[in-house]
């Protein structure tokens, strides 16, 4: 079950109707993280614009600490690019990929939804997430790690799903004839869906991506508690910050009805838990 490098040529070639920012990718059976690796091939000169995949990762890294498990049969995949976002705007990575992979795999009839900031999830259950990290010099963002995981055919906990199974358990006319039947044409989907992502907020500017982001976002609309006061998920700023209404304001005191909630400072929960 190791990751087949001709089948992942051969998946690229035939989707390849844009303009490539990864031009090699570079293929593991085992690594500690993809994202780790994706930074020693960077120091050892190798020039941005590339991937790296791993059949498994021993040390994989989530969000906020959080441990990656990654057995056989997941993807995981590590995109390095050259960025010239300012320090405090490096979330926008996230963001556009996270939309560019959603967008991609809805394009195929999987109705990928994101979960604010960086969750990948099919019917209310997390199929994936990204990790962003960055390399800064005098308040700006020179280098940049973006790495995924999806859940193929690995087991998952109970919040998860796998793509391989849901596939399975679809009616078939409802997938847009273009199911992956390996990791390999998985992968290459995922790598042309950060390009895409990458391309809009380059070309078409964050406004434009977020007002797509949104769009694909599960949490609009959602009742969120700060401080005990109730309010209202608004949208997203172009920081990554959760834009929230709030319903606290009353006759006797005036407070402000909006509020940004930073990424890692709240946790939303998924639609369906078991
Ligand atoms: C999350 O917490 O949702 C983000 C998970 C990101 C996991 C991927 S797997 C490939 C890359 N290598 C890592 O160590 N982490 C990311």
Redesign the pocket.
């Known amino acids: 079950m190791e990751f087949n490098r001709q089948k992942l040529e051969l998946a690229l070639e035939e989707r390849r109707n844009y303009t490539n920012i990864f031009s090699s990718i570079h293929i593991f059976d085992t690594v500690s ?3 780790t690796t994706a930074w020693e091939l960077l120091k050892q000169g190798i020039k941005p614009g590339f991937a790296v995949i791993a059949t498994t ?1 021993t040390s ?4 906020w600490g ?1 441990q ?1 498990n ?1 057995p056989k049969g997941g993807l ?3 995109a390095a690019l050259n960025s010239h976002l300012e320090v405090n705007h490096g979330y926008q990575l996230t963001l556009a990929s996270a939309w560019g992979i959603a967008q991609e795999l809805q394009d195929c009839g999987i109705f990928v939804e994101i979960k604010w900031p ?2 990948l999830v099919l019917d209310g259950y997390k199929l994936g ?3 962003t990290e960055t390399k800064v010099k005098k308040a700006l963002i020179t280098q940049a790690v973006i ?3 999806i859940n193929w055919e690995n087991p998952t906990p109970e919040t998860g799903i796998n793509l391989k199974t849901w596939q399975t358990n679809q009616n078939n006319s409802s997938l847009n004839n273009s199911s992956f039947v390996s990791l390999e044409e998985l992968a290459a989907k995922i790598i042309q869906g950060i390009e895409f992502g990458i391309r809009c907020l380059e070309q078409e500017g964050v406004d434009i991506l977020l007002s797509r982001y949104v769009r694909l976002l599960v949490n609009i609309g959602e009742k969120v508690y700060v401080n005990n006061n109730p309010g209202t998920i608004i949208g997203v700023n172009p920081s990554g910050s959760l834009h929230v209404r709030m319903e606290s304001s009353n006759s006797e005191s005036v407070t402000t009805p909006y509020i940004d909630l930073q990424p890692g400072t709240i946790s939303l929960g998924y639609r369906k838990t078991s």
């Open positions: 993280s993809t994202n990762q994989g890294r989530g969000q959080r990656w990654s995981y995949l590590s960086n969750d997430g990204i990790l790495g995924v995981g």
